[in-house]
């Protein structure tokens, strides 16, 4: 039998997965607007990347909460780039695309899988959130 805890560990992995190769892929076009932007999509990338390595070789809570926080900035820094702009990275508006809003929700997902998580591992965070 498939245990919620699994499934949610296979969500997250996937989440990273996907959003780190959109990142990637996306490094080459936000290099023409500058090497700030693709370097934030490059260093997004290198880290989605690990951190899906990592989970599939451990369920330490950190690596959960590393994720949390991760999926909240790039969902942060998105709502930013469409509504003022990331000043230093990317400082104008960004048009709302299609394969943005997926991968966002590919992150909202990941983000509420391993807040799920990470709330089942540390009984403290539970309560807070109950």
Same mark, same amino acid.
């Given at each position: ?39 934030? #999509?490059?260093?997004?990338?290198? &880290?989605? @990347?690990? /951190? $899906?390595? *990592?989970?599939?070789? !451990?369920? =330490? ?40 809003? #997926?991968?966002?929700?590919?992150? &909202?997902? @990941?983000? /509420? $899988?391993? *807040?799920?998580?990470? !709330?089942? =591992? ?9």
């Amino acid at each position: 039998m498939i245990t919620r805890a699994a499934l949610e560990r296979d969500a997250v992995i996937v989440a990273c997965a996907i959003s780190a190769g959109i990142h990637a892929a996306l490094v080459p076009e936000h290099l023409e607007e500058g090497a700030a932007a693709a370097g934030g #999509f490059a260093v997004s990338a290198v &880290l989605l @990347g690990a /951190l $899906a390595v *990592a989970i599939t070789q !451990s369920t =330490r809570p950190i690596l959960f909460a590393g994720a949390v926080v991760l999926f909240a900035g790039l969902i942060v820094s998105y709502a930013l780039a469409v509504t003022t702009g990331v000043p230093g990275l990317h400082p104008e508006v960004e048009p709302v695309e299609g394969l943005a809003v #997926f991968t966002k929700l590919v992150e &909202l997902a @990941g983000l /509420l $899988a391993a *807040a799920d998580l990470l !709330s089942y =591992r540390l009984p403290a965070i539970r309560r807070v959130f109950a």
